[in-house]
């Protein structure tokens, strides 16, 4: 932490919002400070689908959304290559899709501007032969699918450089306003449990569907309706372009092969509290039956985990309809900039919610001329323009690269400490230099570590290790509590996933692993009950 | 092919399923033999579903400008040798070793196939020109300084075990024998069976033919022997499929019409006879009632007397034979899932003490241990079994397929001959003893 | 098409011990089996009852007997028999077990830092149980490059006492690392590689001998020395001769993640023994479907090529494991499938199959679940009448055990085994009933 706590903005979550905002503002001029609870993008960001849309899901019922989706992959692939992978991406209509949908929808992307050719079916079962071969018609369009991650560091990365801060595991615990403005802030060290006071001129709440929660630190009502959005990810791609079906958007309608799996989504839930859901096998279940309508054999393929991410809805409350509290999917997808000085009487208070990540960029602009416009700043927005840092024009994600880049050094086993996902030595180093006391889970999101079918079997007491051995010259009692918490906490989170999905081959992988780590390895040994581990999670405790 | 393609080939033994079931549990790797002995191989696990996961067919990299355009990002899933071992190990039922051989194939595509690989694959050119020419042929592959030559230019290791080309082929020879004979009406299936000779007794080992004949001819089956071409392993084993499934129709052509009236296709490679049950399906991917009515009429030799012995209609008069007998299963053999008929066909042979040298893999693994860069892995592969083998001191050695039996031969110094020519020594060694019974110049009718 | 008076299907502890037993008692014996599982990744050791109110593994037999639906309360009293008869064919083959059913269950550390608790090892492991004299040390012995086992992560962990339990422990734990020749820049390297590598006797030397040095050198030396397990896998006992001959300190192997080189010395160990005894092994056997005539089995067919292979079986021993071994499949839906025989199976509903916490000290309810039998080890209907009268059940696929949490899976392994080949040496009218052949 710097020595100087003097920024002009505080921005207040650590998602792709938050870091776009931050990167927004930090090329304009001003000296910002991005602070999040968790580690980079663990809130919706981290939990969400992974596709780069083309807006094709919205040209029939929210154009303006559609735009702004079209608008921002184009600039996404222009800025950040190497974070998304250019899959394609087919619209198709199912024999349980309506026909009126499928004859206007290519007049509807038209209209918004969304990239869209039909191709004979005949191709698009060619190029994705597991595909539901009764499918009457197929669309081509630009989506495809983004990384989140590394998104996000580009843009603290950008905002870095500039002389801006981002700081993880800091924890906004209190705001203090006088009057009609904010005065101070502070934040709470998730780790050391210190304190840290900041008075900045302004503060920018990109907390997504928890923005309620910070607009309440200063009496500000915002009404989240969390969504919660469940996602099944399967063990391979069984499809190389990411699949619509071509309808009125339900669940289990969309597949996005991210990396090495496929994800199939999703659900809508309502839930009260954005931190506290569960799936169920009942859900599972259903989100599978809906996805054999474009995949017929998925019921043979391999589930990894299931997993869910809280979408931050909102909807003005002169607008809020029952029938919208019911069914979120009725809620605009489309972003709101709240301006808390003519809404709630704070004058350098502005909160951003809804939107989606593909028009993170968009949010952040938008969210960013008007706190420059309030600031009296006018430098004018450049992000759409400069491609982030450490990226080649046009180079786009290329799924082999990791086994490619491998096995020109040689290939083999021993350099992997994750093999399902190729995480080497070097790999797991670099990411534990940039994010000093981080979690397994955070090395997970960072690297892919544990994202395979063994999901953590064998990489995590390696990765442990390495903790271990890093750690090793800073006593011996903080290495094996280190190592503790990495390896029960990082088993604890994958279970959770596990859970839902339980059966087949994948519970059978759970149960030799278990077999392994409670036979020969011992882990009971090291759970201390009752004492949280790096998952939060206390030992027993209900979730 | 993309992952996706895998996971729809529609036959039951879909490769690209299987790849869902790994458990990560390196079981496989723990019985792979080239891992067993060179670094250059990371093992089944890695190279197969490992990375499987990070294979894909239409999303190509944006071209940029000066990069390398890359297609299939494997390298050393090259020095997989297909013995099968992992595929039998695993406990999820993974198909790693068909999995690593379209990978490989994958690698090749686009890529003009390298002259040795395509050379190896041109079994029936080889061998028409090397029969020719055998007295040269013969002569060239004895001689070390062209054989240091091709090692140079072609990539074949000048050590690697070549068999000597015969005078004529078979099928030229059972052309002649057939216009001796004249033409009659072949028997029907109960008294006939067909022959799919291979490439080996077609242009090396014409007594292994021999061998077949008599031996059905002793069991109470003539012989037919269609015209027919190189199955076409050695081209699937170095990934050039298109030319691999001209030679599959080619033969599916010709046995197809005997299958579909019952005859039984009869091998004795065990090389040549699983490309047609199982790989002429899995790994070219045939599906058509012709592949499938082939491979199901199709029979391992030894496979196909013990069938005749389980329903009591061997021919067993078998003579004694006092011998050591070292037996080597072939990889292909364990991948037919039969079982080792040849070590039960021994034991009925009295005398004759034949016994499993139960190692993994000799090492010539096809036409994989001939090439420059293979042969040292496939020399370590095979050494335990070299050893076993020469420590028995036996006379001679016995192995059902062609190339290993070429590889234990040069590799110990024992003669190693086909399973059936050792059943035939022993039939002969029964006629003696019968003859010998009656007494010398016994009168007719006593 | 062959035939077998006892086909055993699973190729396991369980399996593998029916298989012998049932050989020697003159049977002709056929094992088929998909491929490796249990004993690959287990860590080798013959774990019978390691629960934390038990003072031994016949007093932990005595606690898991009283449990509803143990396979211990009829199959107890076998272990004990099971263990005598195995010792001297794991012996033959290499592995010498150390311990009995009355030592006393201590706990071992192990390559995570973690302690778990046994009492019979094999001799390689076994220097990990005596109890810890006062001021006692123990070196963790890495190698270098081995990505496997981390001494330092190790070392921290075990230097805790609540990991120990707060009970006897080492007065210090240190970790190294020892550079072994020819491994730096190898791209594979794992156990068996390594453990091959013990097994070339001139390589043994000159690693040992950079052990010892390092060894010796290391400021916690002097009492026991842990290092991970690989001392070779066809000549274990002469790699722990050469280690006894240049180490002082007493040495013992920790059991790894799979590949498990102590699980494969015990499948070495296991085969061999069997095939002395005129067995038949056969791995990469897919069992397709089994032939059955009335309550009867009467053929296993498995995958072939282009076809299917039969073996025709007098009777059968079911040793296929539990859901980690695939002998039971979880389907979707819900339901928990043996998929062979389609036997009834004794399972929770699935909602309730794991609980919320991946380390519930309750355990999951799934655990338990399997096939229900008979004291012979017949399997049963909800009635309890068999379901089949020439079919046997072993190993972990037997009901009412949770092998992971209460460590006896070795013990019901062995016991069924045993059981179920001397209960079918019983059965077949006409034949007179071999008693099992007795070693001294």
Not at chain 2, 153 to 158: A, F, L, M, P
């Amino acid at each position: 932490m710097g020595e100087s706590h003097a920024y002009d903005v505080l921005v207040v979550g650590g998602g792709a919002t938050g870091a776009g905002v931050l990167r927004d503002l930090a090329r304009r001029g001003l000296r910002t400070l991005l602070v999040e609870r968790g580690d980079w993008g663990t809130g919706t960001t981290g939990r969400y689908h992974g596709l780069l849309h083309s807006g094709g899901r919205y040209v029939a019922k929210d154009r303006l959304a559609a735009q702004e989706c079209i608008s921002e992959n184009r600039i996404l692939r222009r800025i950040a290559p190497a974070s998304i992978e250019d899959t394609g991406g087919y619209f198709v209509a199912t024999p349980a899709d309506p026909d009126d949908y499928v004859t206007a929808f290519p007049a509807a992307c038209l209209a918004a501007d969304v990239d869209c050719e039909e191709i004979p079916v005949a191709e698009a079962l060619r190029r994705e032969p597991a595909l539901n071969p009764a499918i009457r018609r197929a669309f081509k369009l630009p989506d495809g699918s983004v990384e989140p991650w590394q998104l996000i560091e580009s843009n603290i990365a950008d905002a870095r450089a500039l002389g801006s801060d981002a700081w993880s595991y800091q924890r906004l615990v209190e705001m203090e306003r006088e009057g009609e403005r904010i005065v101070a802030a502070t934040l709470r060290d998730e780790r050391s449990g210190s304190l840290t006071r900041i008075t900045p001129r302004f503060v920018v709440s990109c907390a997504g569907a928890w923005a309620g929660q910070i607009a309440a630190m200063v009496n500000v009502s915002v009404t989240m309706h969390p969504g919660k959005g469940t996602m099944l990810i399967y063990n391979q791609r069984m499809t190389d372009t990411v699949i619509n079906r071509c309808h009125k958007s339900s669940d289990g309608d969309i597949m996005v092969p991210v990396h090495t799996v496929a994800i199939l989504g999703t659900t809508e839930q309502r839930v009260e509290d954005p931190d506290q859901y569960e799936i169920t096998r009942d859900e599972v279940a259903a989100l599978i039956r809906e996805g054999e309508n474009l995949f017929p054999d998925l019921g043979r393929m391999r589930l990894l985990r299931a997993y869910a991410g809280v979408r931050p809805l909102y909807q003005p409350p002169a607008e809020v309809t029952a029938d919208a509290l019911k069914d979120g999917r009725q809620i605009s997808r489309a972003h709101t900039v709240l301006d808390h000085a003519s809404r709630d009487g704070v004058e350098n208070f502005v909160t951003i919610v809804g939107g989606k990540l593909t028009t993170f960029r968009r949010m952040a602009e938008d969210t960013v001329d008007l706190v420059c416009d309030k600031l009296g700043v006018t430098e004018p927005c450049t992000t759409a323009d400069a491609i982030l840092p450490n990226q080649v024009p046009g180079k786009t994600y290329w799924l082999g690269h990791r086994l490619a880049e491998h096995e020109a050094e040689g290939g083999g086993d021993n350099g992997l400490l994750c093999e399902c996902e190729f995480v080497t030595r070097p790999m797991l180093d670099a990411f534990l230099d940039r994010h000093p006391g981080c979690s397994l889970d955070d090395v997970r999101r960072g690297t892919r570590l544990g994202m395979g079918p063994c999901q953590g079997g064998f990489c995590t007491f390696r990765a442990a290790g390495v903790v271990g051995e890093r750690a090793g010259h800073a006593g011996a009692a903080d290495v094996a509590e280190l190592a503790d918490r990495a390896i029960l906490g990082f088993l604890r989170e994958r279970f959770k996933g596990t859970r839902p999905i339980a059966a087949g081959r994948q519970l059978q992988e759970q149960w030799m692993i278990s077999g392994v780590y409670g036979g020969g390895l011992g882990v009971e040994s090291l759970i201390e009950h009752g004492t949280p581990d790096a998952s939060g999670e206390v030992a027993g405790a209900q979730r | 092919m993309t992952i996706a393609e895998l996971i729809m080939d529609a036959s039951e033994e879909a490769v690209g399923y299987s790849s869902d079931e790994c458990l990560k549990c390196n079981v496989c790797v723990t019985v792979c033999p080239v891992a067993r002995v060179t670094d250059l191989f990371p093992g089944p696990k890695y190279v197969g579903p490992q990375a499987q996961r990070f294979r894909t067919g239409h999303a190509q990299p944006v071209q940029v400008p000066g990069a390398p355009f890359m297609l299939s990002p494997d390298v050393t899933v090259d020095y997989c040798s297909g013995c099968g071992w992992c595929t039998s190990a695993c406990p999820a039922g993974v198909k790693i070793a068909e999995m690593n051989s379209q990978s490989r194939a994958r690698m090749k595509a686009g890529k003009r196939p390298k002259l040795r690989d395509w050379g190896l694959g041109q079994t029936d050119l080889v061998g028409q020109v090397g029969v020719l020419f055998s007295p040269i042929a013969n002569w060239a592959l004895a001689n070390r300084p062209i054989r240091a030559i091709m090692e140079t230019t072609v990539g074949i290791h000048r050590q690697a075990p070549f068999p000597k080309f015969g005078r004529r082929t078979l099928q030229s020879t059972w052309k002649r024998r057939q216009k001796r004979r004249g033409t009659t009406a072949a028997p029907g299936p109960d008294r006939a069976v067909v022959y799919f000779h291979g490439c080996s007794a077609n242009y090396y080992e014409q007594h292994v033919a021999d061998a077949a004949v008599e031996i059905l001819r002793r069991n109470g089956f003539e012989t037919i022997i269609p015209e027919q071409v190189c199955c076409g392993l050695p081209l699937i084993s170095n990934g050039i499929y298109t030319d691999a499934r001209q030679k599959a129709h080619r033969n599916l052509d010709v046995l197809a019409p005997y299958a579909r009236q019952g005859y039984r296709i009869i091998g004795t490679s065990t090389s040549c006879t699983h490309t047609i049950k199982a790989e002429y399906r899995e790994m070219l991917d045939l599906h058509d009632e012709d592949a499938t009515v082939v491979a199901n009429a199709t029979w391992d030799i030894c496979e196909f007397l013990l069938d005749l012995h389980e329903q009591g209609k061997l021919n067993t008069q078998f003579g004694r034979l006092d011998e050591d007998l070292p037996y080597h299963a072939p990889c292909q053999l364990r991948s037919h899932g039969i079982g080792l008929p040849a070590m039960d066909l021994f034991a009925l042979v009295p005398g004759l003490r034949a016994a499993d040298m139960d190692h993994d893999c000799c090492g010539i693994a096809g036409t994989y241990g001939m090439k420059k860069e293979k042969y040292p892995i496939g020399m370590a592969v095979g050494a335990p079994l070299f050893e076993k083998i020469k420590a028995s001191n036996a006379p001679e050695a016995a192995c059902d397929s062609e190339t290993c039996r070429w590889q234990i031969e040069k590799a110990t110094g024992t003669r190693t001959r086909h399973p059936i020519e050792i059943l035939l020594d022993a039939y002969r060694a029964g006629d003696s003893e019968r003859l010998a019974a009656r007494g010398p110049l016994a009168p007719a009718g006593t | 098409m062959p035939s077998a008076d006892v086909v055993v299907i699973g190729a396991g502890l369980a399996g593998l011990t029916a298989a012998i037993a049932a050989a020697e008692s003159g049977a002709r014996v056929h094992v088929l089996a998909k491929g490796h599982a249990a004993t690959h990744w287990g860590p080798g050791g013959i774990d019978v009852a390691g629960i934390p109110a038990a003072s031994t593994p016949r007093d932990g037999i005595r606690l898991l007997a009283g449990e509803a639906g143990h396979p211990y309360a009829f199959l107890g009293a076998d272990v004990a028999a099971a263990l005598d008869w195995i010792r001297p064919h794991l012996a033959a083959g290499g592995v010498e077990y150390v311990g009995d059913l009355d030592t006393p269950l201590q706990l071992a550390p192990t390559s995570i830092g973690g302690t778990r608790r046994a009492a019979i090892l094999p001799a390689g492991q076994a220097a990990a149980l005596s109890p810890w004299a006062a001021g006692e040390r123990l070196v963790i012995c890495g190698i270098a490059g081995f990505k496997d086992f981390w001494p330092e992560a190790i070392a921290a962990s075990l230097a805790r006492a609540r990991v120990w339990d707060g009970g006897n422990r080492p007065a210090s734990v240190t970790p190294i690392s020892v550079v072994l020749p020819g491994l730096a820049g190898r791209h594979n390297l794992n156990a068996l590689e390594i453990a091959r590598r013990f097994d070339d006797p001139a390589w043994r030397t000159s690693a040992i001998e950079a052990m010892a040095r390092a060894i010796a050198a290391a400021p916690g030396s002097g009492g026991r020395v842990a290092v991970p397990a690989v001392l070779g896998i066809r000549d274990h006992a002469a790699v722990l001769d050469a280690i006894g001959g240049k180490i002082p300190a007493a040495t013992f192997e920790m059991p790894l993640v799979p590949p498990s080189v102590p699980g494969m010395r015990l499948y070495a160990a296991l085969r061999a023994a069997l095939i002395r005894a005129g067995g038949r092994v056969q791995i990469g056997e897919m069992i397709e479907r089994i032939d059955r005539d009335g309550r009867a089995v009467t053929a296993v067919v498995s995958a072939a090529a282009a076809r299917t292979y039969t073996v025709r079986a007098g009777a059968l021993v079911l040793a296929t494991g539990g859901i980690a071994g695939g002998g039971l499949v979880a389907e979707r839906d819900g339901r928990l499938l043996e998929p062979l025989l389609g036997l009834p199976v004794e399972a929770p509903a699935a909602d309730d199959w794991l609980a919320v916490d991946a380390f519930e000290p309750a355990g999951h309810p799934l655990e338990k679940a399997g096939i229900r039998t008979d004291a012979e080890l017949r399997p049963v209907d909800a009635d309890g009448t068999p379901v089949f009268e020439n079919v046997r059940v072993a190993g972990s696929l037997l009901a009412g055990q949770r092998y992971i949490r209460d460590r006896c899976g070795d013990g019901v392994a062995l016991a069924s085994g045993w059981r179920a080949a001397r209960s079918l040496s019983a059965v077949p009218a006409g034949r007179a009933a071999a008693p099992g052949s007795e070693r001294p």
